[in-house]
């Protein structure tokens, strides 16, 4: 049984591969069931994969929310996350719908 050569790679060849890949880019998706923060509407509730929960204000880059609760912390560090913060719009979150 004859063993195949494997094609040496150039610099040439190399830039080629890379460009290619460059240029079409990677297809990111969040994870089945969530959706990522810069996709929800003003105003929606919304729940992280950690329970964190809270309502979104503004979203360009980064998004600005009101953080409404956050289960299994001290209450010292509650504090700290409570309130208006600034997360990544590429958050993975769940929305939440009031009945």
């Known amino acids: 049984m004859q ?5 040496k790679l150039t610099n040439k060849s190399i830039a080629k591969i890379v460009n ?10 969040p994870a089945k069931g969530y959706k990522y923060l ?13 329970k964190m ?4 204000i ?3 880059i980064n998004a600005k929310v009101i953080i409404t ?6 209450q010292e560090d509650k504090n700290y996350y409570l309130g ?3 997360i990544s719009g ?10």
């Open 3 to 7: 063993l195949k050569r494997k094609k």
């Open 20 to 29: 290619k890949a460059l240029k079409n880019g990677p297809k990111v998706f």
């Open 38 to 50: 810069k996709d929800l509407p003003v105003g929606s509730l919304f729940e992280t994969s950690s």
């Open 53 to 56: 929960r809270g309502i979104l």
């Open 58 to 60: 503004h979203c360009e």
């Open 69 to 74: 609760d956050v289960p299994d912390i001290e």
């Open 84 to 86: 208006k913060q600034t």
């Open 90 to 99: 590429h958050t993975e979150v769940k929305q939440v719908i009031n009945k």
